[in-house]
């Protein structure tokens, strides 16, 4: 059993001793309150009625606790202060009722202290206490709401006034409208009404526990903290709703009807009684002088002429001429863009009632005119003869004649266009003439004939002195540039996709790529101490101590193939399509087009025999690859993406967009800093690197898909071979400043190959050192342009 205190508030000494006890208690209540929340999650009251969890959690506070009228929440203070005027005189108020029942009635089963109350409410409150605890042990809880449903009726038939509620404990903060950061340092948060601190609930939950209770508590959503009193408080659901309505932007009072018809005072009816009831006053019967001062000085203006009465208005209307001559004086006249109504054609002789003979129609002429359509009719009408004047009937098509003039009047529109003079030439942006740009190759000076099927690629030494071609017809050809004489001819095992002379002077190398097979050829032209020196170097290989896994079988060739020039055999895994060397010439680059694997790219180091597959993982299909002349970068064409690749730092560094369905070959400017690609649709798109990973220029001269492009390396020129037969030269000058975007001027379209097997210029590069340019085509030939 718990014992429950009832006290007279008759008797003063008792009455204070008590107050201290209970304050104490709260304030031990108030320390505990983290505690109170983790039993209070024991007591099973979580899934009780939302009236029921108000009254009965620990973790809010009672309203003796003063919590509800101190204005818990910025959201409804209107309810706050209704609650505030309403807890002082009304005890019979149903939160006040609901605290002063469940949550005083839990705090005594906790403490064994009651709240001193008026004698007739101790009485009440006994019994009702009585039914609960009888009501709890039997476990049953409809009991207790059908118990509380009765008490509310009981205290809403009370008469408000018959107790005082003065000497209940009430802790509002009394330190008014200041921050309440003030006090975040401080174990308080404020002092009551008797000047005593409240002190702060211990809040010692880490985010965890927050967690937990908003998981495990139903009412988390509905608890606000008091900023005032640093105490949790539960929402009741007036309280939620009133929030929720003003969120919405609705009043705060359910009964208020916004819409309610309004009371129009001023109407205009002339009512018989004043809206007010005060007298009128003096000024009303007295004449007033200022406005005799302002009618005086009107009257004198209309005396003196200065103000003129408002004449009546004319209701005659105005018409104007749209058509009139241009004659100054008229409106439209003034308007510089007005045009004048054509004239109509003055009639002649076939309008005349009496016309001479020649204009009358005979009956064939007649048939013809009605079955002419109206609009290839040359006349309107049919001349007619009349013998006098009387005679002549009314024209039946006037009005439909007038009507059509009307139409032409006022719906063609005359009005004089702004037409700007631009010369059409200024429109073209100003070139320079071809002839400024020379040198450039301009005719066919030589052919060299000899293969018997298409000449894939051509590679020119760094000398300028002879030329490699490499055939479908399994054949390499050596020529001496100057005079197209064939020096040498090689057979090898299969069509050559590819040859490339090594562009380092100090050796004498090609590279000729057939099959899955890459030849490194000593040709044996030209100087012999360079021929020796290159076999030295080739000869002087040791081979390492540890063989490492290489992709690629490097073979030194003996016998009769060493005889023929053949060096080195590299055996590669598929089929080569492309090699490049590198500008110092001891690295050699090859393409093996396979989407499949990530083996398409592998460098060979030549003077180490070496080779290594830079690429972990393929990015689509490569269709060519090229050194950047000067800097350690790798450029890798894809179909639609030219990849530029950091060799030192291994890492990709642009990514450039080609605007293109395809690409088809690509050429690195000789200072680096522009690429040109051609594509099989037709394409030539010119890079600048330093501008943008979009193309600076596109050009479509040829009619066909572009074989190959190539750069000059010193002359500002660069060429490009179609399947339409011809090479474009076109003058790419690259400027030192930066500011200056490169000038692009295409200058001659040559022509000579035969388009065979609709195949065209398979190949074009330029000559080392002269503005010349060497192009090799399906048609079995290798061209000279000079």
Not at 249 to 267: H, L, R, T
Not at 496 to 524: E, F, R, T
Not at 722 to 734: E, K, L, P, R, T
Request: hydrophobic fraction near 30%; include cysteine.
């Amino acid at each position: 059993m718990v014992a429950s205190f009832s006290m007279r508030p008759t008797h003063s000494g008792t009455m204070t001793k008590l107050k201290n006890k209970k304050r104490n208690i709260e304030e031990n209540e108030d320390d505990q309150l983290p505690i109170f929340d983790k039993d209070g999650g024991k007591d099973g009251h979580l899934d009780d009625d939302d009236e029921d969890q108000a009254d009965l959690s620990d973790s809010e506070e009672s309203i003796f606790s003063g919590l509800e009228e101190s204005g818990s929440d910025s959201d409804d203070e209107e309810d706050d202060e209704e609650e505030e005027d309403g807890d002082e005189g009304k005890s019979s108020d149903v939160g006040e009722d609901k605290a002063a029942s469940g949550d005083g009635d839990d705090r005594l089963s906790a403490k064994d202290v009651t709240k001193p109350q008026s004698s007739g409410q101790n009485s009440k409150k006994k019994m009702r206490m009585k039914k609960k605890k009888a009501a709890g042990k039997e476990g049953g809880e409809e009991s207790v709401v059908s118990d509380r449903v009765s008490d509310l009726k009981v205290s809403s038939q009370e008469d408000e006034y018959e107790h005082d509620t003065s000497d209940e404990e009430d802790i509002r903060n009394t330190v008014g409208n200041i921050p309440m950061e003030w006090y975040k340092d401080y174990p308080h948060i404020g002092y009551n009404l008797d000047g005593k601190k409240i002190f702060k609930p211990i809040r010692n939950k880490d985010e965890l526990d927050e967690f937990l209770d908003k998981m495990e508590n139903p009412d988390y959503w509905r608890t606000v903290q008091d900023k005032m009193t640093g105490a949790d408080i539960r929402l009741s659901d007036e309280q939620v709703d009133l929030v929720h309505r003003l969120q919405e932007g609705k009043f705060g009072d359910v009964n208020f009807n916004e819409y309610e018809p309004a009371v129009d005072f001023f109407s205009n009816e002339v009512m018989i009684h004043p809206v007010t009831n005060r007298p009128q006053d003096k000024r009303s019967f007295i004449p007033s002088l200022i406005e005799k001062e302002k009618v005086s000085k009107l009257v004198h203006a209309i005396k003196m002429g200065w103000i003129k009465p408002r004449r009546p208005k004319e209701t005659t209307p105005q018409y104007y001429d749209l058509w009139a001559k241009e004659d100054p004086n008229s409106i439209l006249g003034r308007h510089k863009m007005h045009v004048p109504a054509p004239k109509m054609k003055l009639p002649g002789h076939e309008e005349s009632y009496n016309p001479p003979p020649e204009y009358l129609m005979s009956e064939e002429e007649r048939l013809a005119w009605e079955q002419q359509d109206p609009e290839d009719r040359k006349l309107s009408f049919l001349p007619q003869k009349f013998g006098c004047l009387r005679a002549v009937p009314a024209y039946s098509r006037f009005i439909h004649e007038r009507f059509e003039r009307c139409l032409d009047l006022y719906l063609c529109p005359r009005q004089r266009k702004m037409r700007v003079n631009v010369n059409p030439e200024d429109l073209i942006p100003k070139l320079p003439k071809p002839k400024d740009l020379q040198p450039f190759p301009t005719t066919q000076s030589l052919v060299y004939r000899g293969h018997t099927s298409l000449v894939r690629s051509i590679s020119v030494s760094p000398s300028g002195q002879w030329l490699v071609s490499g055939s479908d017809d399994c054949t390499v050809r050596f020529w001496e540039v100057s005079t197209a004489r064939c020096l040498k001819t090689l057979d090898v095992g299969g069509a050559v996709k590819g040859v490339a002379w090594n562009p380092n002077p100090a050796v004498c190398l090609v590279a000729v790529s057939y099959d899955d097979m890459i030849l490194l050829l000593n040709p044996g032209l030209g100087d012999r101490l360079l021929c020796t020196a290159t076999d030295q170097l080739i000869s002087s290989y040791e081979e390492p101590e540890e063989a490492k896994d290489q992709p690629v079988q490097w073979a030194v060739s003996e016998g009769e193939g060493h005889e023929q020039g053949h060096r080195l055999v590299l055996k590669h895994p598929k089929a080569v399509r492309q090699v490049t060397w590198h500008g110092k010439g001891d690295y050699l680059a090859c393409v093996m087009p396979d989407n499949t694997s990530n083996l398409q790219v592998v460098i060979h180091q030549v003077s180490k025999r070496r080779t290594q597959n830079p690429f972990r993982k393929s990015k689509g299909l490569v269709q060519c690859v090229s050194f950047h002349p000067v800097r350690p970068y790798f450029f890798v064409a894809t179909q639609r993406y030219v990849r530029v690749y950091n060799l030192i730092k291994q890492e990709l560094t642009k990514k450039l967009m080609a605007n293109c369905k395809w690409i088809s070959s690509m050429s690195v400017h000789p200072a680096g800093d522009n690429v040109i690609c051609g594509s099989y649709d037709c394409r030539l798109a010119w890079f600048d690197l330093d501008l943008s990973t979009k193309p600076y220029k596109v050009l479509r001269h040829h009619k066909k898909a572009l074989r190959s492009v190539a750069y000059h390396n010193h002359y500002p020129l660069f060429a490009s071979g179609s399947d339409d037969g011809s090479v474009i030269v076109c003058h790419g000058m690259v400027y030192n400043d930066l500011l200056q975007n490169p000038l692009i001027v295409p200058v001659k379209v040559l022509k000579g190959h035969s388009i065979t097997h609709d195949l065209g210029v398979l190949d074009v590069t330029f000559h080392p050192t002269q503005p010349w340019v060497f192009s090799s085509g399906a048609d079995g030939t290798v061209r000279l342009f000079t």
